[in-house]
């Protein structure tokens, strides 16, 4: 595992146990999913409407943000499992 890999995980486990993030490691990919589309769909509420820029350029930069931690970890996992000496075989 790389010291990038270790401190994302220590970042992770450190917002877990400050109360910041109560849920596990292994669910952050699917919660961050969960987490995009519904802010997609508030997105796609605030462009039908001419008012409330403010708010759906905070959308838009958040969902942007919520992407790249998607990225980053799908790329740490597919590390993770090239680094595996012994991958399972399913």
């Given at each position: 595992m790389?010291?990038?890999?270790?401190?994302?995980?220590?970042?992770?486990?450190?917002?877990?146990?400050a109360?910041?993030?109560?849920?596990?490691?292994?669910?952050?990919?699917?919660?961050i999913k969960?987490?995009?589309?519904?802010?997609?769909?508030?997105?796609?509420?605030?462009?039908?409407?001419k008012?409330?820029?403010e708010?759906?350029?905070?959308?838009?930069?958040?969902?942007?943000?919520?992407k790249?931690?998607?990225?980053?970890?799908?790329?740490?996992?597919?590390?993770?499992?090239s680094d595996?000496?012994?991958?399972?075989?399913?």
């Amino acid at each position: 595992m790389s010291s990038e890999e270790k401190n994302i995980q220590k970042a992770r486990k450190s917002l877990t146990d400050a109360g910041l993030v109560e849920i596990a490691l292994d669910q952050f990919p699917e919660r961050i999913k969960e987490v995009c589309h519904v802010a997609m769909g508030r997105l796609g509420e605030l462009l039908e409407r001419k008012n409330d820029i403010e708010e759906r350029e905070c959308v838009a930069r958040s969902v942007g943000t919520l992407k790249r931690l998607e990225n980053k970890l799908e790329a740490t996992g597919r590390s993770s499992k090239s680094d595996d000496p012994n991958p399972s075989t399913s």
